[in-house]
């Protein structure tokens, strides 16, 4: 069994909170719940909510305000059990992986030891992500076990309601131009934690679009590292966008030098750009500030520990 589980009614309700938010809102939705290490020291992921967000087909944005007060209220109740808050949120009909905007949402958990973050789909895919932060910076995808037993599929009222209740949709124009994006009503929301103002919000095509390039990065990494591959599913990509005449572009490397090695593994957010925009990966290496010679160091750490044996887990 993994070192981190669910009972299914609580995998169910995140499901039943995904469903509802993509048929009513074709939207993605987010939330909170706890980890709470068990007396077998396994952590077990229960009490999922939601709380008052902006949703949209790319993204999701808690209120802080809620979250704050949810931390406080939570954390009193736990205050004598060992627990961790874990942040979630789906990608409904997309695959699973980690957006730029997620992983900027998760850097801003890095003011304690550990912290959680999960994301799933309506396939019942997951990914779930253990972030180490002292005395060193490390992160590791790990198993998570589901406990099944319910076999209804009917949305609870329950769900219905909270959505409707606690998820309003924000309005916003796109002038490419300068490549920013405004909201009508002149406000801006923070990221999960606060903090940072997001002054871009990347809507369906561009959470798409991540998506086909995180896929051409990884086919890059696990097979053989094929460049022509690589430069072929990049071509491929851009085809699409200018025959759908979008407005968006993905940067492509010509040659597969130290420039490149180092920078593959750069967010897919970072390769996309607007059609009229200069782009090139020596001004993206120069504006990241990345060291040519290195290597990606999240592959070179081990925290095995926190796996468990894979060979009873739950296929989701």
């Not at 952590?43 to 902006?54: N, T």
């Not at 090139?280 to 070179?300: A, F, H, K, Y």
């Amino acid at each position: 069994m993994a070192n981190f589980y669910m009972k299914e009614w609580d995998w169910k309700c995140l499901q039943n909170y995904a469903k509802y938010a993509y048929s009513e809102h074709k939207s993605e939705i987010g939330g909170m719940m706890i980890a709470e290490q068990d007396k077998e020291n396994k952590w077990r992921l229960h009490k999922p909510v939601i709380l008052k967000q902006k949703i949209s087909g790319g993204n999701t944005v808690l209120c802080q305000e809620a979250l704050s007060q949810y931390y406080v209220e939570m954390g009193m109740k736990m205050k004598n059990k060992p627990f961790q808050f874990v942040w979630w949120h789906s990608h409904h009909t997309m695959g699973v992986f980690w957006s730029g905007t997620d992983l900027t949402a998760i850097d801003e958990f890095a003011n304690g030891n550990m912290s959680i973050s999960l994301v799933i789909n309506l396939k019942e895919e997951y990914k779930l992500r253990v972030n180490l932060w002292k005395p060193y910076k490390m992160h590791k995808d790990v198993d998570l076990d589901i406990l099944r037993t319910i076999r209804t599929s009917k949305i609870p009222d329950r769900i219905v309601n909270e959505v409707e209740a606690l998820c309003s949709k924000p309005v916003y124009v796109t002038n490419w131009r300068t490549n920013t994006r405004n909201y009508i009503n002149g406000t801006q929301q923070t990221l999960l934690l606060g903090g940072n103002t997001m002054q871009e919000k990347p809507d369906k095509e561009m959470v798409d679009i991540e998506a086909r390039v995180d896929n051409a990065l990884q086919d890059y990494l696990n097979f053989g590292m094929d460049f022509v591959k690589y430069q072929a599913d990049i071509r491929s990509i851009n085809h699409q966008l200018k025959s759908s005449q979008s407005e968006l572009r993905v940067g492509m490397c010509d040659n597969e030098d130290s420039l490149f090695i180092s920078a593959y593994h750069l967010e897919p957010e970072d390769w996309i750009h607007g059609k009229h925009q200069n782009w090139s990966l020596e001004n993206l290496v120069i504006e990241r500030q990345i060291d040519v010679e290195m290597g990606d160091w999240n592959d070179s750490f081990n925290i095995n520990e926190l796996e468990g044996d894979n060979n009873v887990k739950s296929k989701v």
